[in-house]
């Protein structure tokens, strides 16, 4: 599926619109540059879920959990993996089969470790179109 949205709000939504539809074991990987809106995705997930809490990249913590009510969030980001094996570390696996759905920014650098059911979200800028013109493609 392929979206076109004109504001973070539009980007939001899609967001929020996934996370309608997510379910335990999830797993939820988004690509594309520096401030394309990974974030903004992953706090329309977070609203979804009736997560209060503000979502932030974890940048330097690789991982945030939020509960939700009926799901919790574990929110990633691997910006900065230079070795898969850093995220056994942190105990990866065990994220992927908690109750909650797992949001990656950045997955991409971490191709190797995602499920194969995983679903892959691709955001992409085009300034032709406008600042806050985002193309949003989902592949399941």
């Known amino acids: 599926m392929i979206y076109e949205t004109y504001s973070a709000e539009e980007t939001k939504m899609i967001g929020t619109n996934i996370g309608k539809e997510a379910k335990s074991d999830d797993v939820i990987c988004l690509v594309g540059d520096l401030g394309v809106g990974k974030t903004v995705i992953t706090k329309g997930i ?57 949001v990656i920014e950045w ?16 955001i992409e800028k085009d300034l032709r179109k406008g600042d806050e013109y985002r193309k949003i493609t989902i592949k399941n």
Do not use: Q
């Not at 940048?59 to 056994?88: A, C, K, P, S």
């Not at 997955?107 to 892959?120: E, G, M, V, Y």
């Open 46 to 102: 977070a609203e979804s879920l009736n997560i209060n809490e503000t979502i932030t990249s974890p940048t330097f913590t690789i991982v945030n959990e939020y509960e939700g009510l009926g799901l919790n969030l574990y929110h990633f980001d691997t910006y900065r993996i230079v070795d898969e094996n850093e995220m056994w570390e942190i105990g990866f696996d065990e994220y992927l089969y908690k109750k909650g759905i797992c």
């Open 107 to 122: 997955a991409d650098t971490i191709k190797n470790l995602i499920p194969k059911n995983a679903t892959w979200i691709y």
